[in-house]
């Protein structure tokens, strides 16, 4: 077997077994045995925080400097960290291994030379050059070039079989593989196998499922070659499965790592949720000011070792004190909440779509709380926001059209136009029958076909659906067992088209190499397929050369009315006229349109033709240029006989909206998401989609910018500076602009005035985009607007780059495959669900994870703290007098379950009013509970805070000894500490919104924990030190501390209470006035936005009809008709947890904001009914 050649691999048949090619074992899985040590600790150290505690570990072994004599006390904790992070990525990657070792041992048949025969052989030791067979129903073991097929009896040698590649690429339906015509003959007889001589030459390996190019030379008996071009589909592909196929023999040409679908298994880009970045800003702050304390401790103890005589080494210890001013526990804390937030967006009933049996997946947990930041939406529009189950509904040929009715975008342009919506129109009274992907009526096109319009529009009907019966990959799948026939196609468009040919009687019955079998008037006729120009996106068309039963030629072409009309023969006007005036008839309706022409051929100009497109085809150097996009003899040939073609006329396919697509979008817009569909669809088609969906609506000013408006990239540019010039403040603007015009305006100077007209606009419909001009799309946002996020949500291979372009990806599990599912962070399989997944648990995490981290730099700060001034007041000597045991398990014991327990429950609302109340989502874009100012608050709290239990204990206690002397040190740190504890704990208690008893037994069982590991402590010298010998019952044996437990929490936490109070009665946020309305059931219409931000006052302002009546301070309450006086509403009684919940007090002053706005009148019945309530509460 030879080695690598320069351009091509080359593989000899039947050579003796090298080391040129690597082999068929499979290792999928993150870790090995050897490589997981070297892997995990890089990993784990690439943390900040770990990093962190790794130095102080390694300077605590120093005795000069450490306050642990010389003990690597943080060591412990730190290894119990990375022990908790293993295990989880252990578990996550048991289940790869698992996968592995059951693909490796897979057996399948490989030919043994020294036998004649197949043999068994495992997967893993199957190599390159070597012939497998496979049979019905199994799997392929590595890239194959097709030898010879199992020949159907009674039907005609083709070489035809059949495979799935759902494991590949998610796509459900069979395609057609078919042997290299130069073997098929050879079968599956083991000794011709061996006695084949020849090589292949073939391209390296690489990711591209979708192509693949190489040459067969085969030896003849004189020794001559004869050499045959390897198409794509006489390759199999690792992962395919055998179908409706009784067996194939073929060759290995990749194995491994080397097989396309191993190269298709890169991870996708690296996404770091930007509070995981804020965290990492945050550590380095924190380290900056424990190097502060660091210098002050060590100036402050020289100063004191001068003035005092004190000895030398007592000043040294002060540099690692206040080392755990970074939490040790806040990865592992973040990891744990992140994967159980992960399950419950996995088992929320409300994004479980039963009709696929698919709920929501997330694959990127770590993204959790981005979902609750989310600013701009980037969209797909086929099997996004429709259902991409295509229907053909209406057709145009000769110049009429066929097909009544409308659709739901086609209502939606008429309500917008102001014309009058028509009444469903009856049923034709024509019966036929019902079939799939067809939901067409009208009788005109039965009279036409039968000659009733003359003979000419007959043919060309006769024509037109004959092309839709040819001209496509369509498969029909017949089920074992069954007469039952699927029609099974890569497309659905092509699909909905060959169906709607089989429902007006051109039914396509069977394909077999060369020939297509079509039923006509229960009559079965043979079309001879001669060749196939395939669809390309960048061809944008299809054509097929097929000679028909009466042997004449005909080229059948399909595509873009752009790309079809160009290339009409001259002299056919008014027919073009009339169908292009259909098109946008059927465009604006939100159909999707493609154009349908033919060409008759002559017999020499075509035989002259094929010689030559076949020559281009076999030349390995017109493929390499066609691979690179370059000017080559394949497309010129194609181009050459795609001319002076004959219109037929256009399909009109219906691809329905989602249900619940227009809410969604109305909603997520309500929340101040900016939305942006990108689409591949004709621009009247996006623009009435846009409609139908709430994106667009008729008060919005549309900028349209396009290749007919803008033809040159200065145009463009002054298009788009003109409309920058003349923006108005406060106008809604929707742009819509196509992909020629993204050619120049995503480039240059048109760049920024693009980014400025974008950013200023509510919505924009990007129609008529590649691929690439989506990713270009989302990075124009990404890149030049800081601090937002990004999402972009499809479901085709064609939205991956879109998709791992932005912040977060999310992809619909729908008919295009799983390749957007595969490439995304989140997973879904309706558009609808993407509400849910935001507004109810992107907020819910937003909220949770930031509470959660500014509470582990609180409580760290808040005990680190209180140590330091300790040192202040002893010498600046960094002696420590906390239990070295507590001190290093307070992060992982003490104050660990409450913090978790609200990251994974705590809900500030409830879900229904998160859906009912969208602009409570306005508080994660805004990043207003995460952001400098916050976390100064909480750092200057936990500052303030331990000052206050150094102070009040260290001089409150003076004399406060069992025998009324000053307490010892350990005594007074063990007090500390539990002070410590207890205001940790009561902290976080007055931010948490929802209760359960279960909270209560945590809150107060973390502390009781502390209290029995001070018991033990106290009476296990072993684990505490003599020093510490019956401390605990000291401690408890002493009134004072039993005071002290009372009120320093209570003076210390006061502050925060008060504050939360105030802010509640006199500047109270959005969604403390939603839950108010939820909870005294008033009218959602009463609650309107008025401040920029959440946290701007908003205010309730009743309606005129119910101010001006004769008792204004009354409400009705929804569902009730009884009305309710101010006074007893109230008394309606609010508990919610404290932060957010109002009291009668509070209550009282929202009514007067209430009606504040409905005059001087109102506010006196008010004050006289608040007058009245406290007369009687007295």
């Known amino acids: 077997m030879a080695a690598h050649v320069a351009e091509y691999r080359e593989i000899v048949l039947h050579?003796?077994?090298?080391?040129?090619?690597?082999?068929?074992?499979?290792?999928?899985?993150?870790?090995?045995?050897?490589?997981?040590?070297?892997?995990?600790?890089l990993e784990t150290f690439r943390k900040l925080a770990n990093a962190y505690f790794l130095v102080v570990s390694l300077m605590q072994l120093v005795p000069s400097i450490s306050n642990t004599g010389g003990r690597a006390s943080t060591a412990l904790t730190l290894m119990f960290i990375m022990l908790v992070d293993a295990v989880f990525a252990v578990l996550e990657d048991h289940k790869r291994h698992v996968a592995d070792n059951i693909a490796n041992a897979r057996v399948t048949a490989v030919l043994d030379p020294a036998t004649g025969d197949f043999a068994p052989k495992m997967w893993r030791d199957v190599l390159v050059g070597d012939f497998v067979k496979l049979a019905n129903h199994d799997q392929v073991p590595a890239d194959l070039l097709i030898l010879a097929v199992a020949e159907q009896v009674g039907v005609p040698p083709s070489g035809i079989c059949y495979v799935e590649t759902k494991s590949l690429d998610g796509e459900t339906n069979m395609k057609v593989r078919q042997a290299m015509e130069a073997t098929s003959i050879v079968g599956g007889d083991p000794s011709a196998l061996l006695r084949l001589r020849g090589y292949v030459h073939c391209e390296h390996p690489n990711a591209a499922i979708n192509s693949f190019q190489g040459v067969l030379a085969l030896q003849r008996d004189d020794k001559s070659e004869t050499k045959e071009a390897i198409p794509y589909k006489s390759v199999l592909l690792r992962g395919c499965t055998l179908r409706n196929t009784e067996w194939i023999v073929g060759l290995v040409l990749n194995t491994g790592k080397d097989t396309k679908i191993m190269r298709n298994n890169s991870a996708t880009p690296s996404k770091m949720s930007s509070m995981d970045v804020a965290i990492n800003r945050y550590i380095i702050v924190l380290v900056l000011i424990l190097l502060l304390c660091c210098a002050i401790g060590a100036t402050g103890s020289v100063f004191w070792d001068h003035a005092n005589y004190r000895v030398w080494y007592i000043g040294g210890l002060a540099p690692i004190a206040p080392d755990a001013f970074v939490p040790i526990s806040l990865y592992v804390?973040?990891?744990?909440?992140?994967?159980?937030?992960?399950?419950?967006?996995?088992?929320?009933i409300h994004m479980y779509y039963a009709e696929t049996d698919t709920p929501a997946l997330v694959r990127t947990m770590s993204l959790n709380e981005e979902l609750g930041q989310v600013s701009y939406i980037f969209s797909d529009k086929t099997g996004t926001l429709t259902c991409n189950m295509m229907e053909f509904r209406k057709c145009s040929v000769g110049g009429t059209s066929y097909g009544r009715g409308t659709t739901e975008i086609g209502l939606a342009a008429l309500r917008r136009a102001g014309h009058p919506v028509p009444e469903e129109a009856p049923v034709s009274s024509v019966s036929r029958p019902v079939a799939p992907y067809v939901n067409y009526d009208g009788p005109e096109i039965y009279e036409h076909m039968v000659g009733e319009a003359g003979a000419d529009q007959a043919a060309r009907l006769h024509h037109f659906f004959v092309h839709l019966a040819v001209c496509h990959t369509v498969i029909p799948e017949r089920r074992e067992g069954s007469d039952e026939v699927t029609l099974s196609a890569s497309s659905p468009d092509e699909q909905a088209l060959v169906a709607g040919a089989g429902f007006f009687g051109y039914e396509f019955m069977n394909r077999v190499p060369g020939r297509a079998f079509l039923r006509i008037k229960a009559e079965t006729l043979q079309y001879e397929l001669l060749d196939v120009l395939e669809f390309t996106s960048a061809r944008k068309r299809m054509s097929t050369v097929v000679r028909d039963p009466s042997g004449q030629l005909l080229l059948f072409t399909k595509g873009a009315d752009v790309v079809i009309f160009e290339r009409l023969k001259k002299g056919a006007s008014a027919l073009l006229a009339a169908t292009s005036t259909h098109i946008n008839v059927f465009a604006e309706e939100g159909l999707r349109t493609l154009t349908i022409a033919m060409r008759e051929l002559d017999e020499d100009v075509y035989a002259s033709w094929h010689r030559r497109y076949h020559v281009a085809l076999n030349d390995l150097a017109e493929i390499e240029k066609r691979k690179r996009e370059a000017p080559n003899a394949i497309d010129a040939c194609m181009e050459e006989l795609e001319t002076n073609l004959e219109l037929l006329g256009a399909t009109a396919i219906e691809d329905k909206l989602q249900p619940g697509v227009p809410d969604t979008i109305a909603t997520l817009a309500d929340a101040g998401i900016k939305i942006w569909v990108l689409t591949g669809d004709k621009e009247e088609t996006a623009i009435n989609i846009g409609f139908a969906c709430n994106l667009l609506h008729n008060s919005m000013t549309r900028i349209v910018i396009n290749a007919e408006r803008c033809p040159t990239a200065t145009a463009t540019e002054s298009e788009l500076r003109r409309q920058l010039a003349h923006r108005v403040k406060d106008e809604e603007v929707a742009l819509v602009i196509d992909g020629e015009s993204l050619v120049?305006?995503?480039?240059?100077?048109?760049?920024?005035?693009?980014?400025?007209?974008?950013?200023?606009?509510?919505?924009?419909?990007?129609?008529?985009?590649?691929?690439?001009?989506?990713?270009?799309m989302v990075d124009l946002i990404r890149s030049h607007v800081p601090g937002v996020k990004t999402l972009a949500i499809g479901d085709g291979a064609n939205d991956v780059p879109m998709i791992q372009a932005a912040h977060i990806g999310i992809g619909i599990s729908g008919q295009e495959g799983l390749q957007a599912v595969n490439a995304s962070d989140y997973a879904i399989a309706r558009f609808r669900f993407l509400k849910r997944l935001l507004l109810v648990h992107g907020r819910w995490s937003y909220l949770r994870m930031a509470q959660l981290v500014v509470y582990m730099f609180y409580k760290n700060i808040l005990l680190t703290a209180a140590q330091f001034w300790y040192t202040w007041m002893s010498g600046f000597s960094g002696q420590k007098f906390y239990l070295e045991t507590g001190f290093q398990i307070y992060n992982v014991i003490f104050t660990a379950c409450p913090v978790v327990l609200l990251a994974i429950f705590d809900m500030d609302i409830h879900d229904d009013m998160a859906l009912r109340f969208p602009k409570l989502y306005m508080l994660g874009p805004e990043n207003g509970c995460l952001n400098p100012t916050v976390f100064s608050l909480w750092i200057a709290s936990a500052l303030a805070e331990s000052v206050?239990?150094?102070?009040?204990?260290?001089?409150?206690?003076?004399?406060?000894?069992?025998?009324?002397?000053?307490?010892?040190?350990?005594?007074?740190?063990?007090?500390?500490?539990?002070?410590?504890?207890?205001?940790?704990?009561?902290?976080?208690?007055?931010f948490q919104h929802a209760w359960h008893p279960v909270h209560y037994i945590v809150y107060l069982g973390s502390v009781g924990l502390w209290i029995a590991v001070a018991f033990v402590a106290s009476s296990w010298d072993e684990l505490a030190g003599?020093?510490?010998?019956?401390?605990?019952?000291?401690?408890?044996?002493?009134?004072?501390?039993?005071?002290?437990?009372?009120?320093?929490p209570v003076t210390l936490l006061l502050p925060t209470y008060v504050m939360n109070a105030a802010k509640a009665e006199w500047r109270p946020e959005y969604n403390q006035l939603a839950k108010e309305v939820a909870h005294l059931h008033l009218d959602e219409s009463l609650l309107t936005w008025q401040g920029r931000t959440p946290r701007e006052p908003s205010a309730l302002l009743v309606k005129s009809a119910i101010a001006q009546a004769k008792h204004a301070a009354t409400v009705v309450p929804v569902g009730e008709k009884k009305r309710v006086s101010l006074s007893q509403m109230l008394r309606c009684g609010v508990h919610n947890g404290f932060a957010f919940s109002s009291d009668s007090h509070a209550s009282r002053a929202e009514a007067k904001r209430t009606l504040r706005s409905q005059g001087s009148d109102v506010v006196a019945i008010v004050k006289e009914e608040a007058k009245a309530a406290n007369s009687s509460s007295r």
């Not at 804390?333 to 929320?348: E, H, L, P, R, T």
């Not at 120049?744 to 691929?771: D, F, M, N, T």
């Open 15 to 41: 050579a003796p077994p090298g080391l040129a090619f690597c082999d068929n074992f499979v290792i999928s899985s993150k870790y090995t045995l050897l490589s997981f040590v070297p892997k995990f600790l």
């Open 333 to 348: 804390s973040m990891s744990m909440v992140k994967y159980i937030q992960a399950i419950f967006i996995q088992w929320d």
């Open 744 to 776: 120049v305006a995503l480039h240059g100077s048109c760049r920024l005035p693009l980014l400025q007209l974008a950013r200023g606009c509510k919505a924009v419909i990007a129609c008529r985009v590649s691929p690439a001009q989506k990713a270009e």
């Open 948 to 990: 206050g239990v150094t102070l009040l204990l260290v001089h409150g206690l003076q004399d406060a000894g069992v025998y009324a002397e000053s307490p010892p040190m350990w005594y007074l740190g063990n007090i500390v500490f539990t002070i410590v504890v207890v205001l940790a704990n009561a902290k976080l208690a007055l």
């Open 1026 to 1048: 003599w020093y510490w010998s019956g401390m605990m019952g000291v401690t408890v044996r002493t009134p004072a501390f039993w005071l002290v437990l009372l009120l320093v």
